[in-house]
């Protein structure tokens, strides 16, 4: 089992950027896809970006194209999620998870690991 840790998230005005990471431990990230999900307050827990064993495809939900990158550096066992252009309604907490198979439709029952999430808010 794979155990993954998020970090970098903050508080931040509209308009700005941070960049998340989730570093692995116990087993290398290659053979698994690897995603990002987020849940605001009240809210389900959202796909938000995934991405394929070694990086060579990438899918996003509508929300957040053109302003996140999802990408991994299998070297590291770390994946990233770059979030330019941020939103008062991206304010959320991030996870991270891991998926033995291609998980490609977002669901997130898809996915068997999971990070304990960090917060992102943004907010002027």
């Known amino acids: 089992q794979v155990q993954l840790a998020e970090s970098g998230g903050g508080l931040v005005q509209p308009g700005g950027s941070l960049r998340l990471s989730c570093a692995a431990s116990g087993r290398t990230i290659s053979s698994l896809y690897m995603g990002w999900f987020r849940q605001a307050p009240g809210k389900e827990r959202e796909f938000v970006a995934v991405i394929s064993y070694s990086g060579g495809s990438t899918y996003y939900t509508d929300s957040v194209k053109g302003r996140f990158t999802i990408s991994r550096d299998n070297a590291k066992n770390t994946v990233y999620l770059q979030m330019n252009s941020l939103k008062p309604e991206d304010t959320a907490v991030y996870y991270c998870?891991?998926?033995?198979?291609?998980?490609?439709?977002?669901?997130?029952?898809?996915?068997?690991?999971w990070g304990q999430g960090t917060q992102v808010t943004v907010s002027s």
């Open positions: 998870a891991a998926s033995r198979f291609p998980a490609v439709t977002g669901r997130a029952s898809d996915f068997g690991s």
